[in-house]
């Protein structure tokens, strides 16, 4: 079956470290995968979203970028934290092959830059 | 895209049905709906998708006109632990038009005793 690991599941961050989030996908090959973000509790913004190796879109122009290393991992990566980069950060990826199924969400990381 | 509206929330007690409706004027053709629940600090999880008519699984219905600009996603005799943000979603399914979801706001559901 398939499964999606995030980690990691919190993180404090002081402002202008970097930053590495990864996101694996397990039981699918060539998966669509994603980026979300989530501040104050409500309404995810689309980061970025990658359908193939080394293809990145981005959907806001900001201090965060991605990268798609190898099929089944995708990568949020930051040279410079800000402040109102705090949020909540949400993996998802969606296979071809599943009607009924939609995007499956990894459990997030909550990231807290101080 | 499509662009989604939703009511930003609403309030029902245990064992009422709870009828949440989303307007999707500008839907396409080639168009899935899909509606996704949210726990504080859990990511979304998928609920029910359909494209025309009605599709009913053991959570939820999901009703679409033949019109296509709206959906009402019907959740029978809630409880407690049903209060989450609901999302709805207008978006092409197969991966390869694209498939990129856009969220909006999202309703609100508080279930109370």
């Known amino acids: 079956s398939q499964t999606i690991h995030q980690w990691p599941a919190t993180l404090v961050q002081p402002v202008g470290s970097p930053l590495s989030l990864e996101c694996t996908v397990e039981g699918t090959s060539n998966p669509n995968l994603y980026w979300y973000r989530q501040a104050a509790g409500r309404g995810l913004q689309l980061l970025f979203y990658?359908?193939?190796?080394?293809?990145i879109s981005s959907e806001v122009p900001q201090n965060l970028s991605a990268s798609r290393p190898q099929d089944r991992q995708f990568i949020l990566s930051s040279k410079k934290l800000l402040l109102s980069d705090s949020g909540f950060y949400l993996c998802a990826w969606r296979a071809g092959d599943r009607e009924s199924d939609g995007y499956t969400f990894g459990s997030g990381t909550r990231l807290t830059v101080v | 895209l499509a662009k989604t509206t939703q009511p930003i929330s609403m309030d029902s007690y245990e064992g009422q049905e709870v009828n949440i409706t989303c307007s999707h004027n500008?839907?396409?053709?080639?168009?899935?709906i899909t509606w996704y629940q949210q726990f504080p600090s859990q990511g979304p999880r998928f609920i029910i998708q359909?494209?025309?008519t009605k599709v009913t699984n053991e959570v939820a219905s999901l009703f679409i006109p033949a019109d296509r600009k709206s959906s009402t996603l019907s959740l029978p005799r809630v409880s407690l632990s049903d209060t989450a943000v609901y999302y709805c979603l207008v978006g092409p399914y197969f991966y390869n038009q694209g498939g990129k979801l856009i969220f909006g706001q999202g309703t609100e559901l508080s279930v109370k005793p």
């Open positions: 359909g494209y025309k």
């Open positions: 500008n839907i396409a053709t080639n168009d899935y």
């Open positions: 990658s359908v193939g190796i080394g293809q």
